[in-house]
């Protein structure tokens, strides 16, 4: 563990945390409404067909291929070998193809391929996902990511105090938008592990600030003859070594995924990496300044006392 002799002054700096978290939310939010999200397959619908070459192909070759015989919206990428090759083609529908030809994707996709290399290519399998069923993926994901804010902030209302509900709640709602809006900058595709990745931030997060929370709950209790300001710094500053061994820790992981993990899962490792180091500023700097703008006080912690004339009433 790290051991800080003085108490960082966090809260010094919270006037420049709240103007930074503004202007990354307002980017955010108009970014999603200039752009949009770059929706993949599993939410635009589409098909996806896994084939199998001799020898390793060449992935531009293969886009090639597919953009000089009309498939516009698609993406291929190795998948477990540099032999395995996935291509998903998005909205096939839009390409001239009507549903019930849909399935049959796969195996134009095959045939153009065959005719453009020399290899012996195999159609290991096609899947075919409708728009409806990406549309429903879509609402079922917002859904449930409000009813698990909304079952935290109950949570840590009864765990703690309603005071530390809001903060954690709106830095959670911090770090989903700033995840959401850096993929809505960078376009990159929003997917099913994505969802997946932004949800573990919300873990994550969580994580983070109750432990800070719980701190602060105890120096309130424990401290005397400081305001809350200082509470709050001292608080921080004892759980500051844990969060950041946690936080380093989990990126040499996510750095790891990055670097060797392949394209198959680059969209979950960067929502991840991303989130971590949002997840790790808003529990210091978001969760806590919130506290202080709704003035948490020793009196929000302590349980009102019975008056001493109820206490001489009692037997």
Same mark, same amino acid.
């Given at each position: 563990?790290? /051991?800080?002799?003085?108490?960082?002054?966090?809260?010094?700096?919270?006037?420049?945390? $709240?103007?930074?978290?503004?202007?990354?939310?307002?980017?955010?939010?108009?970014s999603?409404?200039?752009?949009?999200?770059r929706?993949?397959?599993?939410?635009?619908?589409?098909? +996806?067909?896994?084939l199998?070459?001799e020898?390793?192909?060449?992935?531009?070759?293969?886009?090639?291929?597919l953009?000089?015989?009309?498939? +516009?919206?698609?993406?291929?990428?190795?998948?477990? %070998?540099?032999?395995?090759?996935v291509?998903?083609?998005?909205?096939?529908?839009?390409e001239?193809?009507?549903?019930?030809?849909?399935?049959?994707?796969?195996?134009?996709?095959?045939?153009?391929?065959?005719?453009?290399?020399?290899?012996?290519?195999?159609? #290991?399998?096609?899947?075919?996902?409708?728009?409806?069923?990406? @549309?429903? *993926?879509?609402?079922q994901?917002?859904?449930?990511?409000?009813?698990?804010?909304?079952?935290?902030?109950?949570?840590?209302?009864?765990?703690?105090?309603?005071k530390?509900?809001v903060?954690?709640?709106?830095?959670?709602?911090?770090?989903?938008?700033?995840?959401l809006?850096?993929?809505?900058?960078?376009?990159? /595709?929003?997917?099913?592990?994505?969802?997946?990745?932004?949800?573990?931030?919300?873990?994550?997060? &969580?994580?983070?600030?109750?432990?800070?929370?719980?701190?602060?709950?105890?120096?309130?209790?424990?401290?005397?003859?400081?305001? %809350?300001?200082?509470?709050?710094?001292?608080?921080? $500053?004892?759980?500051? %070594?844990?969060?950041?061994?946690? %936080?380093?820790?989990? *990126? *040499?992981?996510?750095?790891?995924?990055?670097?060797?993990?392949?394209?198959?899962?680059?969209g979950?490792?960067?929502?991840?990496?991303?989130?971590? #180091?949002?997840?790790?500023?808003?529990?210091?700097?978001?969760?806590?300044?919130? &506290?202080?703008?709704?003035?948490?006080?020793?009196?929000?912690?302590?349980?009102? +006392?019975? @008056?001493?004339?109820?206490?001489?009433?009692?037997?």
């Amino acid at each position: 563990m790290i /051991d800080f002799k003085n108490t960082i002054d966090f809260m010094g700096k919270r006037k420049f945390a $709240t103007m930074l978290s503004a202007i990354l939310i307002i980017i955010s939010i108009g970014s999603f409404f200039l752009n949009g999200m770059r929706f993949g397959l599993d939410f635009t619908g589409g098909t +996806q067909a896994e084939l199998l070459y001799e020898e390793s192909p060449s992935l531009e070759d293969i886009r090639s291929t597919l953009g000089e015989n009309g498939f +516009q919206n698609y993406e291929v990428v190795f998948f477990g %070998s540099d032999r395995d090759v996935v291509i998903r083609i998005q909205d096939v529908q839009e390409e001239g193809l009507p549903l019930e030809e849909s399935n049959q994707t796969g195996d134009r996709v095959l045939a153009l391929l065959r005719d453009a290399s020399n290899q012996d290519i195999e159609l #290991l399998r096609s899947e075919f996902i409708g728009a409806q069923v990406g @549309d429903e *993926l879509r609402e079922q994901g917002g859904l449930g990511m409000l009813v698990a804010l909304i079952m935290i902030m109950i949570y840590i209302s009864l765990r703690f105090q309603f005071k530390f509900a809001v903060g954690a709640v709106v830095a959670l709602a911090h770090d989903v938008i700033i995840v959401l809006g850096f993929f809505s900058v960078m376009q990159f /595709d929003f997917d099913l592990t994505v969802l997946a990745a932004v949800l573990a931030v919300v873990g994550y997060s &969580l994580n983070d600030t109750i432990v800070v929370s719980d701190r602060i709950r105890e120096n309130f209790r424990l401290l005397r003859g400081v305001d %809350s300001t200082e509470t709050i710094n001292t608080s921080i $500053t004892q759980t500051f %070594s844990r969060t950041i061994i946690t %936080s380093l820790t989990t *990126l *040499l992981v996510l750095i790891a995924l990055l670097l060797v993990g392949g394209e198959m899962i680059s969209g979950f490792a960067v929502a991840l990496t991303a989130g971590v #180091l949002v997840g790790t500023y808003s529990s210091i700097y978001v969760a806590a300044n919130v &506290l202080l703008y709704m003035h948490i006080s020793k009196e929000d912690l302590i349980p009102a +006392q019975k @008056d001493d004339e109820e206490l001489d009433a009692l037997p």
